[in-house]
């Protein structure tokens, strides 16, 4: 099997509510799809989500680097040589989520090519993995809304709760709310996007001991690194990864500086193939793994999904999979369903990210 050719198509879907968070906001889908298409009539399809904010990728970036740098390496390569194809990409640096994507395609071209759920492919550890549902800001009213209606009709009982606002007090009231409406039981940790300094952050873990906080994640940024460290020996929880960690050498360099001591997993930004090699990496050093969202449409989370639920060490929390609830719409051909409080990985052959053609032609803005 060989690419013979391959699409990058932009487009362009509303979100019925915004996501505001401490490094940005994001008012519209705007993500490029991914096609590789092959000389045995497969095509193989992985979402991008451009985050500038986050990586620095735009989407006229993705096109433009999947097009004129990363192409040379695709075209006319069997997507089961992915070791060959990756050694090629990891020449340019960043571009993090279309390289994220990349690595999904082809393996959705291998896992149609065998007939095979990549989930199965991977590891097969379990059909479904529970749903984390991650709070962007909002008034403390709205916000503990949402938390109930999500418990009330999913049956979820996990939030990442968004913080880093100013004054800390804000966010220690909106934590403090959570806590009471939702109970004992819900599994509840911060996200701060790099918002504040560490001696706010240590503000909010010392005024929010006693509500039994799991994770903090991204408190301020790690690239202050005298202050990160202290405030990663002091805190009573774990602190997350997310983008100080966006890939394999990133991830081993903070967790061995003391940056952090848990890390997010984000199939938008190291695929398949190299998510595993930082779930081992953590796996090893017994660090607890967080499957992260990236703002991600269905298409985005089937393929979290197929990574999480495919590995013990990456199905011991509640991935985050549920802000494609936020948008007006979604070019998935088979829709994700949330029950129980859990989505369940796709069994149909590849990474279950098959799209609708008729919305792909609606939604295209090329
Ligand atoms: C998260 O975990 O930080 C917000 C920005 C981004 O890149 O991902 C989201 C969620
Ligand atoms: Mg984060």
Redesign the pocket.
């Known amino acids: 099997m060989k690419i013979t050719h391959l699409e990058t198509v932009p487009y362009r879907v509303p979100m019925r509510k915004p996501?505001k968070?401490a490094?940005?906001e994001?008012h519209h889908i705007e993500h490029v799809l991914l096609r590789l298409h092959t000389d045995e009539g497969l095509v193989g399809n992985a979402d991008i989500?451009p985050?500038p904010?986050?990586?620095g990728e735009t989407v006229e970036s993705v096109v433009a680097v999947i097009n004129t740098v990363f192409a040379e390496a695709l075209i006319g390569a069997d997507p089961l040589d992915r070791g060959a194809v990756h050694a090629k990409l990891h020449r340019t640096i960043g571009n993090q989520t279309a390289k994220g994507g990349v690595d999904i395609a082809l393996w959705d071209l291998i896992g149609q090519a065998y007939s095979t759920p990549v989930h199965r492919l991977l590891g097969g550890f379990s059909s479904s993995i529970e749903v984390s549902h991650?709070l962007g800001f909002s008034p403390t009213q709205k916000v503990v809304d949402e938390a109930l209606s999500f418990t009330e009709n999913y049956g979820v009982q996990s939030f990442?709760i968004?913080v880093g606002r100013r004054p800390v007090s804000l966010d220690v009231d909106l934590v403090a709310a959570l806590r009471e409406a939702l109970g004992p039981d819900a599994l509840l940790y911060l996200?701060a996007?790099r918002g504040w300094n560490a001696t706010e952050a240590s503000q909010m873990l010392a005024a929010t001991a006693d509500l039994d906080l799991r994770f903090f994640?991204?408190p301020n940024d790690a690239a202050e690194v005298l202050t990160r460290r202290g405030l990663v020996t002091n805190s009573p929880i774990p602190i997350v990864a997310?983008?100080s960690a966006p890939n394999l050498g990133d991830a081993a360099r903070e967790i061995h500086t003391g940056g952090a001591n848990a890390l997010?997993i984000?199939t938008a930004r190291t695929g398949f193939t190299e998510s595993q090699k930082i779930l081992s990496f953590a796996e090893a050093l017994g660090l607890d793994v967080l499957m992260?969202?990236?703002?991600d449409t269905q298409l985005g989370s089937v393929a979290t999904v197929t990574f999480g639920a495919a590995f013990e060490h990456s199905s011991r929390y509640p991935a985050?999979m549920s802000?494609f609830l936020d948008m007006a719409d979604d070019l998935i051909a088979s829709p994700l369903e949330i029950r129980d409080g859990r989505i369940h990985a796709p069994t149909v052959p590849g990474a279950g990210t098959a799209v609708d053609e008729d919305k792909l032609a609606h939604f295209r803005v090329d």
Request: glycine residues 8%; negative net charge; hydrophobic residues 20%.
């Open positions: 996501l968070f490094s940005g994001v989500p985050r904010y986050t990586y991650m990442k968004k996200d996007n994640e991204e997310d983008e997010s984000k992260g969202n990236q703002i985050e802000n």
